[in-house]
């Protein structure tokens, strides 16, 4: 067995892709626009192991309401610098929900609510502000 992707459905495929293209560094791996089904399919990989992909699938014209997503879950990436990704997330507008006081681990959500859990690669960095202090944020 070979695990291929994750499927998460969205209705702003232009802000979603935003948020893993500029915000996580994830690249476009491929995508497929279907006209009889009326949808789209955009992969996207982690240059690390780009063959392990995000699968956004936007339904064209669709109003359907895909709830919070908090029956999903979460993705979850390691990062290398939990505090500069959360800073470069935070310029780009996106709400860091827990933030990684601990140095360790942060949780932010795509514009679709899905819940991205960030992991520091290797040892937990030293605490360091305005992280150490931040208050969680909604739900995550």
Same mark, same amino acid.
């Given at each position: 067995m070979k695990y291929l992707h994750a499927m998460i459905r969205v209705h702003d495929l232009d802000a979603t892709s935003k948020f893993f293209t500029e915000g996580l560094g994830l690249?476009?791996?491929?995508?497929?626009?279907?006209e009889a089904g009326r949808f789209t399919l955009v992969y996207f990989g982690a240059p690390a192991n780009p063959e392990s992909e995000i699968e956004l699938t936007y339904n064209w014209g669709s109003d359907e309401d895909y709830g919070s997503a908090?029956?999903?879950g979460h993705l979850a990436f390691e990062v290398d610098d939990i505090y500069a990704t959360c800073a470069h997330l935070q310029s780009l507008g996106i709400t860091i929900n827990r933030p990684p006081r601990d140095g360790r681990m942060a949780f932010v959500r795509t514009?679709?609510?899905?819940?991205? @859990?960030?992991?520091?690669?290797? &040892?937990?960095l030293p605490?360091? @502000?305005p992280w150490t202090?931040? &208050?969680n944020v909604g739900v995550w």
């Open positions: 690249k476009e791996t491929r995508r497929m626009d279907n908090r029956n999903f514009p679709d609510l899905i819940s991205i @859990e960030l992991l520091q690669k290797g &040892a937990a605490p360091q @502000e202090s931040m &208050a």
